[in-house]
């Protein structure tokens, strides 16, 4: 029996053929698996997040806290920002203090409205951080 040359070449093409297919399939399998894994890490995040936002005000002594600090805050924006001519810091500080001192003092069943409060909060810290590093900017 005679084999030519190109019987084993084409033997040969086919099995390179087939070993890359399974690479690509193994390499493909790998990014599904890690796909997944990000996408149910992200749900696992928020989750854990919807959680800490919107469960049960702690009005005990969390929302006198938080009041007392937004006053402590805004009297110190008043003397250092108003009439030293400091920063505004404090000031946003002082109204994101008060957005989680209102939250914490509302009913036990007003999940809702706190969460909506203490996003609020976090979106007023964001902004006033973001304030201030454009100002730092035009003065750099």
């Known amino acids: 029996m005679h084999f030519s040359s190109s019987y084993f070449r084409c033997i040969l093409y086919e099995s390179v053929i087939e070993r890359l297919a399974y690479i690509y399939l193994d ?6 698996q890690q796909s997944a894994y990000a996408v ?3 749900l696992v995040r ?3 997040l919807q959680r800490i936002l919107f469960r049960e005000p702690d009005g005990e002594w969390q929302g006198p806290f938080f009041a007392l600090l937004s006053v402590v805050c805004i009297l ?4 250092f920002g108003i009439a030293l001519t400091g920063s505004h810091g404090m000031l ?3 109204i994101v203090f008060a957005f989680y001192g209102i939250a914490e003092s509302l009913p ?15 979106c ?4 006033s951080r973001s ?9 750099g």
């Open 108 to 122: 036990p069943k007003q999940q809702r409205s706190a969460g909506a409060l203490r996003i609020l909060g976090i």
């Open 124 to 127: 007023t810290r964001c902004l």
């Open 46 to 48: 928020m989750a854990v």
């Open 131 to 139: 304030s201030r590093l454009r100002s730092v900017k035009t003065l």
């Open 92 to 94: 946003f500080l002082g």
């Open 40 to 42: 149910n890490l992200l």
């Open 27 to 32: 390499f493909s399998h790998r990014a599904t």
């Open 76 to 79: 110190w924006w008043v003397y």
